[in-house]
């Protein structure tokens, strides 16, 4: 079966600038997550969705970052705009329900210079 | 908000070394599941534990959740350097309906052939 796909792959921008990750989950999988991973950490969830609602978003920095999940199956994470501490990895990732595993997609490496 | 430790958080072994990673959460776990993320990857799902006290081997993998269920470790007996990634624990908290994964900082197994 075909995998969690992200794009783009890698991404560098300026500070104060905005970007916008794509990501499309494993076919029929009601969950989506986003989770942030800093170099050397472990993943941070930054949201969560199960179908097109927000199940937990309470680490999200909300004055600059967004995301939505419109029809239940892509989902998309913008920053605006960006700051030098949010060069990382951003991990989509995808399950079949609420409390079973997940499978992550390749991330967008993010560096902001 | 709930966390989750691991240790220790590098461990460097010969080859055929056994290996031993500790979990542990600030809260009592619904379950906890474990992932690999080899050197520029993404986390891949090992292994769910969902009973007290239970014990789950993969092959040369030794999982343990603990009777109280909030820790758990990953044993693996005479490593390879196929074993060479980040092992993460991620738990879920008992209660409330939000399913939130937390994951730890993981623990980076080095394998010298």
């Known amino acids: 079966e075909a995998g969690v796909a992200q794009s783009p792959r890698y991404k560098i921008i300026e500070k104060r600038q905005s970007v916008a990750f794509w990501c499309n989950p494993i076919?029929?999988?009601?969950?989506l997550y986003w989770y942030q991973q800093i170099l050397g950490q472990g993943p941070k969830l930054l949201i969560q969705?199960?179908?097109?609602?927000?199940?937990?978003d309470s680490q999200l920095p909300k004055d600059r970052f967004s995301a939505e999940r419109l029809k239940g199956v892509d989902s998309t994470l913008k920053i605006q705009p960006a700051k030098l501490e949010d060069s990382a990895v951003y991990l989509c990732?995808?399950?079949?329900?609420?409390?079973?595993?997940?499978?992550f997609g390749s991330g967008t490496q993010l560096s902001v210079l | 908000g709930q966390q989750v430790m691991q240790i220790p958080q590098y461990q460097h072994v010969q080859e055929g070394e056994d290996f031993t990673t500790y979990c542990n959460s600030s809260?009592?776990?619904?379950?906890i599941q474990w992932y690999k993320q080899r050197p520029g990857g993404h986390p891949v799902f090992l292994i769910q534990?969902?009973?007290?006290?239970e014990v789950k081997k993969q092959k040369r993998l030794t999982f343990q959740f603990g009777e109280a269920k909030k820790n758990s470790s990953l044993h693996i007996t005479a490593t390879q350097t196929t074993d060479v990634g980040t092992y993460f624990c991620?738990?879920?908290?008992?209660?409330?309906?939000?399913?939130?994964?937390?994951f730890g900082k993981g623990t980076l197994l080095t394998v010298n052939p």
């Open positions: 990732a995808s399950s079949l329900r609420l409390d079973e595993k997940l499978f």
């Open positions: 076919s029929g999988h009601a969950t």
């Open positions: 969705f199960q179908n097109n609602g927000v199940v937990d």
């Open positions: 809260t009592t776990l619904s379950n």
């Open positions: 534990l969902v009973k007290s006290g």
């Open positions: 991620a738990g879920r908290a008992r209660g409330g309906s939000n399913y939130k994964l937390t």
